[in-house]
């Protein structure tokens, strides 16, 4: 899933491209107004679109409402959150005006941005058409919902991140054969990503705590040593 994000500040810019990155989006990045209406019309016009738009407000040559009008004459799904410093009410009212799903304020926390995206991603997913990567499958006790990005056990919901959700999917797709380190690492960060052993281990150790009813006997995410990881079914 791809992400465009506009923002001015380099240091804001980078963080969060890292953050979601982390999480298993694809971002895009641009610098100001002008290149993100750029980068978004060269998207349209043949290449894939971002599936989120993060707009700074402020912005030099295009400021972020002037980019959410654009984008609005062309695509009146795809969500939009910005990216402001101002609280003043007319500031969000024009921003909803203008069809803007969220807002974002500085200066934000990691698990607030988090948790706005995987909110406004949970919308975007529920309101596309069915597609079989978005059924919901099980996996063992464990029930699996990909456009809500959460799975459920006993009736109690686990927030899952998008990369999460790639990896449970990757595994409950190829149930019984090992994955190895190689594959899932091209499946599931991208063939752009430089592997590190470290990386997808803690990774696995992490989901394996959110979705494992025994992260010291688990029968979702199973370790195959020296090769890499199995879901037998």
């Known amino acids: 899933m791809k992400v465009l994000i506009a923002e001015d500040d380099l ?6 491209c890292d953050l979601l990155e982390a999480e298993g989006y694809d971002c895009i990045e641009a610098a100001d107004g ?3 209406w750029t980068l978004y019309s060269e998207r349209i016009a043949g290449q894939p679109e971002p599936a989120l738009v993060l707009l700074d407000i402020m912005m030099p040559k295009l400021d972020g ?4 009008k654009r984008i609005r004459q062309q695509d009146q799904q795809i969500p939009v959150i910005f990216i402001t410093a101002k609280s003043e009410e007319i500031d969000q009212v024009l ?5 803007a799903d969220d807002y974002i304020k500085k ?3 990691s698990r607030e941005v988090i948790a706005r995206i995987h909110a406004v991603t949970r919308r975007s997913l529920a309101a596309a058409q069915p597609e079989p990567d978005n059924e919901s499958f099980e996996m063992a006790d464990l029930s699996v919902f990909p456009a809500q990005l959460r799975a459920e056990r006993g009736g109690v919901k686990i927030d899952l991140s998008l990369r999460d959700m790639q990896i449970l999917q990757l595994l409950h797709s190829n149930r019984g054969r090992v994955l190895s380190r190689d594959e899932l690492f091209d499946r599931c960060w991208g063939r752009r990503y430089l592997p590190n052993s470290r990386t997808l281990d803690q990774h696995i150790s992490k989901l394996r705590k959110a979705v494992e009813r025994d992260v010291q006997t688990p029968e979702i995410i199973v370790t195959v040593h020296g090769v890499g990881y199995r879901y037998d079914g």
């Open 107 to 109: 200066p934000f926390g």
């Open 34 to 36: 002008e290149q993100a």
């Open 95 to 99: 921003g909803l005006e203008l069809g």
């Open 11 to 16: 240091n804001i810019r980078l963080g969060l």
């Open 65 to 68: 409402y002037s980019v959410c």
